[in-house]
Every structure is written in C-alpha cells, then in structure tokens.
C-alpha cells in the first residue's frame, strides 16, 4: 500500500514540483482539483466620455451635458456683460451729470441712446473750449480757485464732450493738490475725488480693456463649446482678428478717448 501511494500520480507530480523549485525551473501547473487563486475585488471603471471628453460613469452622462451646457451659457452671458453692460453702466454712472440724462432711466432706449456718443453744439463747444483755456491761464497765474470754478463750467457746457471734460478733470486735480498744504487735508481729498472721477470715467465705454477682455472671454467659450481644450492661438487668427481688433480699439481711443484736446 505505502509502495503504491508512492507511486500514485499526485505523489509523482509533488516530486517534480520539489524537484523543479530546487533546481530553479518554473513550477509545474496545478492540478486541476487544486484551489483556485483569489481573484481581485472588480473596480467601477471610469470611462472617458465621447461628447466631452472627460471622465464620466455611463450612468451620469446626462448629468455631465447639462453642467456642460450650463458653463457654456454662463462664459457667454458673462461676455455680453463684459462688452456691453459693464462698460455702459459705468459710463452711465460716472459721466459728468447734464439736465439731459437727469431723468433717464437706466438701460432704456433713451438711456441707451444717450450713452452712445453725442455731438456737441458748435457754440457750446466753443465756450466750453474757451473756459478751459481760460481756466489754465488762471492756474498758470496761481490762481486756482478761479481755475477751478472755469474747469467746472467745462463740465456743466459740454458734459459729452469726454475729451475736453476728461482735461479739465486733470487740472481739477492738479489746482486742488497746489492748493494743498499736507497730506490728507480738505484740499489733497478733493484732488484725489477729481482724479477719482477721471479714472472711473476713463473706465467707461472709451476704455479697451473691457472689448479684449470680452474677446478673450468670447474666445473661451468658442472652444469650451468646441469641446477643445487647447485652443491655441493661430496664425490667421492673429492676422485676420486680433490685428484688426487692436487697430480698431487704437483708433477709437486716440478718435474719441485720449484727453488731449
């Protein structure tokens, strides 16, 4: 019995096996009764998407679309307020005050079409022209609390007129810091609220940052909704957009924005 238990197939095999693994060879394959190895706990597996290409389970793909929808629709809107309503609010806002835009209520057509540029009367003009003028000779003289009451007049003659306005708030400023003994008295406040005034003014639909800001933002959501992630700049976009753009924004601020009269 114990010869024939020797000799047995399972014995034979376990002897090979010995002898394998002391030589160094690879083990013989198991028998087909032996244990099974353990298997890995399966993982949920995360799958690109087709449509968007981003990581998402086959069940929340419709989840997915809607926020997608949803960031294209708000880069969009935040675009149109970049290009047109930030830049007019602040215009309507800060604009010198006339009996004109009084009354008006914000974003009406009244109000829209006031934002728009206006052309100044001839003999209007012309006075405001010749207060500012007047206005620097008398600061030229030290004179600056007369110069300051011309340079508001500018402001009350021709409140449209950005330029000249524009100018006028500058020397507002400066009158007020020569009459100025330190800093932080009466005088140094209200030359800082003039300049206050130009800046937030300057910051109005005359100011290009809002229309590249805006393009760069339009940019953005043309490929978010393109499903490109790259969107590098190209050649002809640079030759057939952006050059012209920038030309454009120059003109219109050298034409219409730069105070210098």
Not at 86 to 97: G, K, N
Not at 125 to 152: M, P, S
Not at 176 to 197: M, N, Q, T
Request: hydrophobic share 45%.
């Amino acid at each position: 019995m114990a010869f024939a238990a020797a000799s047995s197939p399972a014995a034979r095999v376990t002897r090979a096996h010995v002898s394998a693994r002391r030589a160094g060879a690879p083990s013989p394959p198991r028998l087909a009764g032996s244990l099974p190895r353990p298997r890995l706990a399966r993982r949920d597996v995360i799958v690109p998407s087709a449509k968007s290409g981003t990581p998402e389970a086959a069940s929340g793909s419709g989840s997915v679309s809607v926020s997608r929808r949803g960031l294209v629709a708000g880069k969009v809107a935040f675009t149109v307020c970049e290009a047109f309503v930030f830049p007019w609010a602040t215009e309507s806002a800060t604009r010198p005050p006339s009996p004109a835009t009084a009354d008006l209520v914000p974003f009406s057509p009244a109000w829209l079409e006031s934002v728009l540029y206006q052309r100044t009367a001839p003999d209007a003009k012309a006075r405001a022209k010749a207060a500012l003028l007047r206005g620097e000779a008398l600061a030229a003289e030290g004179q600056h609390l007369d110069a300051i009451a011309a340079f508001e007049s500018v402001y009350a003659t021709a409140p449209t007129e950005y330029k000249m306005c524009q100018r006028a708030g500058l020397d507002i400023a400066k009158s007020y810091k020569s009459l100025s003994s330190k800093p932080g008295d009466a005088f140094d406040r209200r030359a800082e609220d003039a300049k206050g005034v130009v800046w937030w003014w300057g910051r109005g639909t005359r100011w290009p940052g809002w229309y590249i800001i805006a393009y760069l933002s339009a940019r953005n959501a043309w490929f978010t909704a393109k499903d490109d992630d790259v969107g590098a700049f190209t050649a002809n976009e640079g030759i057939f957009v952006l050059v012209p753009v920038w030309l454009g924004l120059l003109f219109c601020l050298v034409q219409f924005g730069v105070p210098d009269f």
